[in-house]
């Protein structure tokens, strides 16, 4: 799914569980959030039933409302 918000450029490409053959192993591949604006990208990671968002480019846990807020600043970033 894609979106545009004010001046964000916002894509959720969903996760799924990736089987291996022939064995018991399986592994969860997160959903992502990539939001872009003329001048930066945001990714970040976001698992299942797990309440912290994670910031690929920065290697930070954060919450969803710092996230928002981080969304916020990029689309003001880009109005100026």
């Known amino acids: 799914m894609k979106v545009s918000i004010g001046n964000l450029e916002v894509e959720f490409i969903n996760g799924h569980l990736i089987k291996f053959d022939k064995t ?7 959903h992502k959030i990539v939001a872009s604006n003329k001048n930066n990208t945001l990714i970040v990671l976001l698992y299942d039933n797990e309440e912290k968002i994670y910031l690929l480019n920065s290697n930070l846990l954060i919450s969803l409302t710092k996230f928002i807020n981080l969304l916020n600043a990029m689309n003001k970033i880009n109005k100026k």
């Open 24 to 30: 018991n192993l399986s592994l969860q591949e997160p």
